[in-house]
Protein backbone atom coordinates (compact mmCIF):
# COMPACT_ATOMS: atom_id res chain seq x y z
CA UNK A 1 0.00 0.00 0.00
CA UNK A 2 0.58 3.64 -0.85
CA UNK A 3 -0.64 6.91 0.58
CA UNK A 4 -0.09 9.90 -1.74
CA UNK A 5 -1.77 12.66 -2.97
CA UNK A 6 -5.17 12.07 -5.06
CA UNK A 7 -4.35 12.31 -8.85
CA UNK A 8 -7.01 12.39 -12.06
CA UNK A 9 -7.06 8.69 -12.54
CA UNK A 10 -8.65 8.44 -8.59
CA UNK A 11 -11.96 9.63 -9.50
CA UNK A 12 -13.75 6.58 -10.13
CA UNK A 13 -12.06 5.10 -6.78
CA UNK A 14 -12.94 8.49 -4.46
CA UNK A 15 -16.75 8.43 -6.26
CA UNK A 16 -17.21 4.43 -5.33
CA UNK A 17 -16.24 5.45 -1.44
CA UNK A 18 -17.96 8.91 -0.99
CA UNK A 19 -20.87 6.59 -2.30
CA UNK A 20 -19.94 4.43 0.94
CA UNK A 21 -20.12 7.78 3.37
CA UNK A 22 -23.30 8.53 1.68
CA UNK A 23 -24.79 5.55 2.29
CA UNK A 24 -23.67 4.86 6.17
CA UNK A 25 -25.21 8.97 6.58
CA UNK A 26 -28.13 8.66 4.95
CA UNK A 27 -29.26 4.96 6.12
CA UNK A 28 -28.74 6.22 9.77
CA UNK A 29 -30.28 10.13 9.17
CA UNK A 30 -32.53 9.89 6.00
CA UNK A 31 -33.94 13.12 7.31
CA UNK A 32 -31.11 14.84 7.03
CA UNK A 33 -29.17 13.14 3.98
CA UNK A 34 -30.33 12.29 0.63
CA UNK A 35 -29.60 9.02 -0.75
CA UNK A 36 -27.96 7.85 -4.12
CA UNK A 37 -26.78 11.12 -5.03
CA UNK A 38 -23.29 12.62 -5.01
CA UNK A 39 -21.32 14.68 -2.81
CA UNK A 40 -18.98 16.34 -5.94
CA UNK A 41 -19.12 16.29 -9.03
CA UNK A 42 -16.32 15.37 -10.77
CA UNK A 43 -15.34 18.98 -11.90
CA UNK A 44 -15.35 19.72 -8.09
CA UNK A 45 -13.28 16.97 -7.72
CA UNK A 46 -10.78 17.46 -10.14
CA UNK A 47 -10.55 21.21 -8.73
CA UNK A 48 -10.14 20.05 -5.34
CA UNK A 49 -7.42 17.51 -6.62
CA UNK A 50 -5.71 20.65 -7.65
CA UNK A 51 -6.03 22.40 -4.53
CA UNK A 52 -2.84 22.46 -2.32
CA UNK A 53 -5.03 24.17 0.26
CA UNK A 54 -7.59 20.81 0.16
CA UNK A 55 -5.13 18.24 -0.25
CA UNK A 56 -6.90 15.04 -0.58
CA UNK A 57 -4.99 11.59 0.34
CA UNK A 58 -5.34 8.26 -1.36
CA UNK A 59 -4.29 4.53 -0.03
CA UNK A 60 -3.43 2.58 -3.06
CA UNK A 61 -2.84 -0.91 -3.26
CA UNK A 62 0.13 -2.86 -5.76
CA UNK A 63 -2.47 -1.86 -8.67
CA UNK A 64 -2.40 1.77 -7.91
CA UNK A 65 -6.65 1.23 -7.16
CA UNK A 66 -7.96 3.42 -4.23
CA UNK A 67 -8.85 1.44 -0.74
CA UNK A 68 -9.29 4.26 1.20
CA UNK A 69 -8.97 8.35 1.48
CA UNK A 70 -8.33 11.57 3.47
CA UNK A 71 -9.95 14.69 2.08
CA UNK A 72 -8.24 17.55 3.92
CA UNK A 73 -8.57 21.46 4.35
CA UNK A 74 -6.58 23.95 6.04
CA UNK A 75 -7.92 26.17 8.30
CA UNK A 76 -6.82 29.69 10.23
CA UNK A 77 -8.95 32.12 11.70
CA UNK A 78 -6.09 35.57 11.34
CA UNK A 79 -6.95 38.45 12.96
CA UNK A 80 -10.02 37.10 14.63
CA UNK A 81 -11.87 38.50 17.87
CA UNK A 82 -11.90 35.58 19.93
CA UNK A 83 -9.77 32.87 18.38
CA UNK A 84 -6.04 32.55 17.70
CA UNK A 85 -3.93 32.40 14.84
CA UNK A 86 -3.61 28.80 14.73
CA UNK A 87 -3.30 26.78 11.84
CA UNK A 88 -5.06 23.45 11.58
CA UNK A 89 -5.56 20.90 9.17
CA UNK A 90 -9.05 19.61 8.97
CA UNK A 91 -10.13 15.83 7.96
CA UNK A 92 -12.93 16.47 5.82
CA UNK A 93 -13.77 13.39 5.41
CA UNK A 94 -11.96 9.75 5.71
CA UNK A 95 -12.96 6.38 4.44
CA UNK A 96 -11.68 2.72 3.48
CA UNK A 97 -13.69 0.57 1.47
CA UNK A 98 -16.07 -1.10 3.43
CA UNK A 99 -14.82 -4.90 2.29
CA UNK A 100 -11.06 -4.32 3.26
CA UNK A 101 -11.79 -2.43 7.02
CA UNK A 102 -9.66 -3.81 9.77
CA UNK A 103 -6.67 -4.22 7.88
CA UNK A 104 -4.95 -0.36 9.59
CA UNK A 105 -5.26 1.40 6.24
CA UNK A 106 -7.56 3.81 8.21
CA UNK A 107 -4.90 3.89 10.65
CA UNK A 108 -2.21 4.88 8.34
CA UNK A 109 -3.90 7.33 6.41
CA UNK A 110 -4.71 8.95 9.41
CA UNK A 111 -0.58 9.38 10.27
CA UNK A 112 -0.01 10.15 7.18
CA UNK A 113 -2.54 12.94 7.59
CA UNK A 114 -0.67 13.53 11.15
CA UNK A 115 2.82 13.82 9.54
CA UNK A 116 1.73 15.67 6.59
CA UNK A 117 0.17 18.65 9.05
CA UNK A 118 3.08 18.83 11.06
CA UNK A 119 5.84 19.55 8.50
CA UNK A 120 2.70 21.89 7.16
CA UNK A 121 3.14 24.06 10.46
CA UNK A 122 -0.20 23.14 11.84
CA UNK A 123 -0.68 23.44 15.09
CA UNK A 124 -3.94 20.40 15.40
CA UNK A 125 -5.72 18.26 13.52
CA UNK A 126 -9.42 18.47 13.50
CA UNK A 127 -12.03 16.51 12.29
CA UNK A 128 -16.00 16.26 13.00
CA UNK A 129 -18.25 12.41 13.05
CA UNK A 130 -21.53 11.95 13.10
CA UNK A 131 -22.87 10.47 16.42
CA UNK A 132 -24.58 7.54 13.96
CA UNK A 133 -21.90 6.52 13.09
CA UNK A 134 -20.62 4.13 15.99
CA UNK A 135 -17.61 2.44 14.22
CA UNK A 136 -15.91 6.03 13.17
CA UNK A 137 -16.34 7.31 16.81
CA UNK A 138 -14.48 4.23 18.44
CA UNK A 139 -12.00 4.56 15.41
CA UNK A 140 -11.23 8.09 16.18
CA UNK A 141 -11.02 7.44 20.18
CA UNK A 142 -8.52 5.02 19.31
CA UNK A 143 -6.19 7.32 17.04
CA UNK A 144 -6.22 9.23 20.12
CA UNK A 145 -8.57 12.06 18.54
CA UNK A 146 -10.30 13.76 22.19
CA UNK A 147 -14.27 15.59 21.68
CA UNK A 148 -13.10 18.95 20.98
CA UNK A 149 -17.11 20.69 21.00
CA UNK A 150 -20.01 18.91 20.39
CA UNK A 151 -22.58 19.78 18.13
CA UNK A 152 -26.03 19.32 19.54
CA UNK A 153 -30.05 19.21 18.13
CA UNK A 154 -33.28 19.39 18.77
CA UNK A 155 -36.06 17.88 16.05
CA UNK A 156 -39.11 20.25 15.74
Not at 4 to 32: E, F, M, S, W, Y
Given at each position: ????????????????????????????????????TRK?????????????????????????????????????????????????????????????????????????????AKE?????????????????????????????????????
Open positions: MRIRRARKHDLDGINRLLLQVLTVHHNGRPDLFKGNYTDAQLLKMIEDDEKPIFVAADEKDCVMGYAFCMFVQHMNDNILTDIRTLYIDDLCVDETIRGQHIGKALYEHVLAFSGCYNVTLNVWSLNDSAMRFYEKCGLKPQKIGMEKIL
